[in-house]
Every structure is written in C-alpha cells, then in structure tokens.
C-alpha cells in the first residue's frame, strides 16, 4: 500500500489452524457493506466522514468483521467483478473531503456536488467528481515537490511509486490510453499500443507523461486513505473483508499487459472464456465473457503473477474471499463464439499446486472459500485440504432435502454463515417472492415471522455454529427488493444501491451487540480483543 500509514502491525498476528482445520477466526461476526454504498457526499460512497461512522457503528454493534466487495476500478456496467485492473484501487472511492483536508484541493471546489442520498448515478459520478479528483492530482504534481506542508506526503507518493512498480505503471498508461483513444475494449487500439511496441508506448509517455503521473497519484490517494481507513477500523478489532474475482476482465491492464497468460489468438481475442453452466441464478448458465489463463504457463513461471495478485489483496485486506473457488479445481471453458454458457466444458486448473506456491511465497493468509453453486467432491477435498471456511446462505436452505446443507442444523463450526450475499435479493424481497412452500418452511424453522424474516434468519445465522456470521445492512434494516445490490445474468441496474442517510441509529448498534453477547460472538476474527 506504500508508506502513507504502515500497516505491517496488522499482519502480526496471523490466525492459526484451529482444531477443525480451518483457518482460527474466533467467534465473530459482521456485515456486509461496500464502500459504494455507503452515505457519503459527492453522489456515491467513498473513504472519506461516512466510512468512519461506518466503522463507529460496527464498533458500538460489536461487530468485528466488515465485508466489502472488490476495489479494483470498474469498467461497462460497473460491476466490480468486471475491473480494468485487479491491483489498481477504484478512483470513484476517493473521498474530496479528504483530499481538501490534505491541502490537494480547496474546500469550495467540492460544494453543490450530489449529497448522500439515493443511488449511484454512476455517470454524474463520472461527470462531476472525476474532474476534481485529477484538479486535485494535478494540483499535487504542481505544488508537491516543493512545498513544505506537502513535502512528506511527496515524499510518500514516491516511496508508493517504488513499492508498486509491478502494476503501477502499466496500469496508470493503460487508463490514459482508455481515455486518449476512447475506442472500447484495447484491441480496438492501433496495433503498436495494442501490441505494446516498446517505442509507441515511450512515445505515448514522453506526450501524455503528465496525464500518466496524474493517474498514479490517483492511486496513491487511494492507497493512503484505504490505509487509514483500515487502520481506524483495525484500532477497533474490526477486520476487512474483502474479493478476490478469480478471472479478470478482458478488457483490463493486467491482459493488455500480459497477453501470454491468457487464451488469446494472434489477433489477441479470446478463444475461449470462463462463466457457468445452467444454475439457480440461470437456466442458461452465466457467461461471463473473462479469458482462460494459461495455467500451463503460469505454472511453469512458479505462478508469480498469481502471487503478486494475491500479495496486493493481502496489502488491501486482513481476510480474503475468493469468489468462485471451485474454479480453482476445475473451470467451465465456453467456445468465445458461444453466445450463452450451455455449451462448455469443465477443464482441471492447478488447485493445489497454486495454493501451495501461494503459502511458500507469502506464508498463512486468511482465506475464504466462495464455494457455492454446483460442488463437486473434489472441490470439498480441495478446500478441506487447504483449510479454506467454506460459505452458507440461509436463503439457499429451504428447498428440498438436498438445500439443507445452508441450515443451521447442518453447518460445520468452520464456516461463514450469511443470511443472503451481493448476489442475492434481500431478505424481505426474497420473502415477498417465495412460494408458499418456502415460507412454510422457513416458520417452520424459525417461528412465525409475520411478513418480516430478516431478523429472525439474522439470529438464526448467528445462533449458528459458524465461525463467521454476515448479515448483508440491507436484512439489518429489513430493505425490500428496491435494496438488492445485483441480480446475476442482468446487465444493467445493478450495484447502486445506498444505504439510506442516518439509517443506522445507536437503537441498531445495541441490538447487534446484545445478539453478538448472546451468541458469543464479541471475537476479534485474528484473535485481538477490543482495546478497552
């Protein structure tokens, strides 16, 4: 993250295998939220004054993980699991306040921008905001250097430059070729940038080196307020939880950068993609459109990239979630003129192999396996030969016998239990949808809910035995389906969703408490009791 605040406190005291196997979180639990849905000024949240009440709440709620979804920066539909960049942070989640506070940008400059309500006009973000995060950039590069009350702060941006040289660079040339050519995806570039001849990108850079600097300092501000940010929830137990996305976006530095890694032809498309065959989200399965890794290659180059990956999430978050972990055993490979995921196959990737290069090289992480949808046995041996927490979602229990496995009655002690996840409806928009079967079921199992199941599934998650229990804010303040962050397979209209302003009351925090003592659940997940 570079040297604005040190985090190497952080790391240590890393979790131990517990008895089970799995990876010693301690009793504990937490909420979802990402950082875009917080209450912040400027139309969409960010790292700035609503982050850190967030943290407060979580805090007095005794709440001591806090989820988020991936920060990378978003591309077509602003999906961050579809990213142009899986090390870059997300410009649009740079607070202004802060910057003004640090002297980039003066105060009046962010007056009149959208306030905290409402959902994410993703395209009046784009429109107002980002042109005073690169006045503020700018302002940086022109008064940095030699002004004394900026001096450390150069000096920091530097050492951050030093530290990231891996991803940095490309990335930051990558986003100004973005927005110089304005053409889409990178392989619609001229064939020496789309090629990365060495002497078109020196040209690129000796004409656009100022918009390039631009940009790093960009992801510098980034880096040092996530970094306070993490560290101001660190003073109070509270540990990020954040995604890794086991594919990265075709249209994204790291395959621009790397086009040897992936299935790619000569004239650099994919060949083949990743998604999923046929589910509960999808009668014709999702795809995704993101390229195959050449895991061939990656092995023989001792996975490096893989571990660079995985290092920056590890600079980002105190626990990792890798999403779509079966992937990991075996992938489903659709032809790339397939225009639906009905026609793939499953293909072995290196499972193991990676894991074991992954802990050589950086030693014991806090990993959580995403291990929903179709689960073979192979990808079980995998994650419980790895140690990995797997996932359970109270919504997926109450169907046949078979669904049961995401009840209370049937989890194992090393899991994270939710009540719903990004992907899914709300609680209360899942009730209001469900079939009379379903509902039966569910007060069969918890008691009568009178029209309100979110916080009796809440308790039960928390009754549970699992290690973790996350509750998504939107079942904590009971949101119907106007609250649901993405519906999987549709394209548009997802990921906006706010919390509403002054939403979560002190009334909230000590409910959550209250549940968090009565579960004995008032655990740091990496063993540190709150200071008192």
Known sequence: MGPAAPIASLYDSLPSRGDNGFMGFNRSQGVLLHITSLPSQGGIGDLGPAAYAFVDFLAAAKQHVWQVLPLAPTGFGNSPYAASSAFAGNRYLISLELLAEWGWLAAGRIAGLPGPAGHVDFGEVERLKIPLLEEAADNFLDRGAHEPALSTQWAEFESFCRAQENWLTDYALYAELCRQLNTGAWTA???PLRKREPQALAEVIAKHGRAVAREQVLQFAFARQWTALRNAAARH??????????????????VWTHPDLFELDEELNPTRVAGVPPDYFSPTGQRWGNPLYRWNLLEERAFVWWIRRVARAAQLYDIIRLDHFRGFEAYWAIPAVEETAINGEWVKA??????RALEAELGPLALVAEDLGLITAEVDALRMELGFPGM????????????????????????VAYTGTHDNDTTQGWWAAADKQVQAAVQAYVGPVNGGP????????????????IVPAQDLLELGSEARMNTPSVANGN???????????????????ALADVTDRDNDPLGKRRES
Do not use: Y
């Open 495 to 513: 990921w906006s969703w706010r919390l509403p302003p002054e939403s979560m009351p002190p009334e909230l925090a000590k409910k959550l408490a």
């Open 392 to 415: 359970k979602v109270l919504q997926f229990g109450f169907g046949d016998r078979g669904a049961h496995i995401h009840l209370p009655h049937r989890f194992e002690p090393g899991c």
């Open 189 to 191: 570039w001229p064939e």
């Open 454 to 469: 979110s916080w009796p599934l809440i308790r039960a998650t928390a009754a549970s035995v699992a290690e973790l229990a």
């Open 350 to 355: 290196p499972g193991l192999k990676l894991f």
């Open 237 to 254: 137990a509270i540990r990020i939880m954040g995604d890794i996305a086991i594919f990265v976006n075709f249209d994204s530095a790291d």
